[in-house]
T-cell receptor, first 111, second 118 residues
Framework: DQQVKQNSPSLSVQEGRISILNCDYTNSMFDYFLWYKKYPAEGPTFLISISSIKDKNEDGRFTVFLNKSAKHLSLHIVPSQPGDSAVYFCAMTQGAQKLVFGQGTRLTINP | NAGVMQNPRHLVRRRGQEARLRCSPMKGHSHVYWYRQLPEEGLKFMVYLQKENIIDESGMPKERFSAEFPKEGPSILRIQQVVRGDSAAYFC????????????????FGNGTRLTVT
């Protein structure tokens, strides 16, 4: 029973272009959505979040979009930089602090 | 201001042995969460504890796994009689009391313990 899916295991983007990472979910009760970034041999690091009452949140180069009717979450990174190469996880929660994670997308930024 | 500290970073155990994973939360944090990441998968919730109390253990396997967070000292995730399928990265996160994710207080994770069962 996979409530949160990241259908692209990997993504390759040219430096300077836009990276778009996607996430779909099935549980309409989720009310808070987050993106985490993970480098090898490190723990996930919080990147950006959005609550269910909004459809967009921006922080510098990172923008998260939420489409509740489609149950779809996306992360845009522009312009992409080599240091952005990492595994990106979407995560979501229903009220409490228990996070449900997607499987991750490995982003590679090519110089 | 130290972050979430986990040790050991790497742990190798033979089948049937016990594994003990430790997590010291960030200073001032009284809530601890354990997550497991199997190879090529996302993180899966295991258990949520506060000092001397298990709040939610709905993600813990029914047998061989236990967790505690004593009044003094780190939180311990204990796996008895390990099997090859227990090989994974185990991550701990912490948060202050009361504050929830919905109030812009995302979980902060440690760097994990990578358990290998041979």
């Amino acid at each position: 029973d996979q409530q949160v899916k990241q259908n692209s295991p990997s993504l390759s983007v040219q430096e300077g272009r836009i990276s778009i990472l996607n996430c779909d979910y099935t549980n309409s009760m989720f009310d808070y959505f987050l993106w985490y970034k993970k480098y090898p041999a490190e723990g996930p690091t919080f990147l950006i979040s959005i609550s269910s009452i909004k459809d967009k949140n921006e922080d510098g180069r990172f923008t998260v979009f939420l489409n509740k009717s489609a149950k779809h979450l996306s992360l845009h990174i522009v312009p992409s930089q080599p240091g952005d190469s990492a595994v990106y996880f979407c995560a979501m929660t229903q009220g409490a602090q228990k996070l449900v994670f997607g499987q991750g997308t490995r982003l590679t930024i090519n110089p | 201001n130290a972050g979430v500290m986990q040790n050991p970073r790497h742990l190798v155990r033979r089948r049937g042995q016990e594994a003990r994973l430790r997590c010291s939360p960030m200073k001032g944090h009284s809530h601890v969460y354990w997550y497991r990441q199997l190879p090529e998968e996302g993180l899966k919730f295991m258990v949520y504890l506060q000092k001397e109390n298990i709040i939610d253990e709905s993600g813990m396997p029914k047998e061989r796994f236990s967790a505690e967070f004593p009044k003094e000292g780190p939180s311990i995730l204990r796996i008895q009689q390990v099997v090859r399928g227990d090989s994974a990265a185990y991550f701990c996160a912490s948060s202050p009391a009361i504050v929830t994710i919905a109030k812009n207080s995302p979980l902060h994770f440690g760097n994990g313990t990578r358990l290998t069962v041979t």
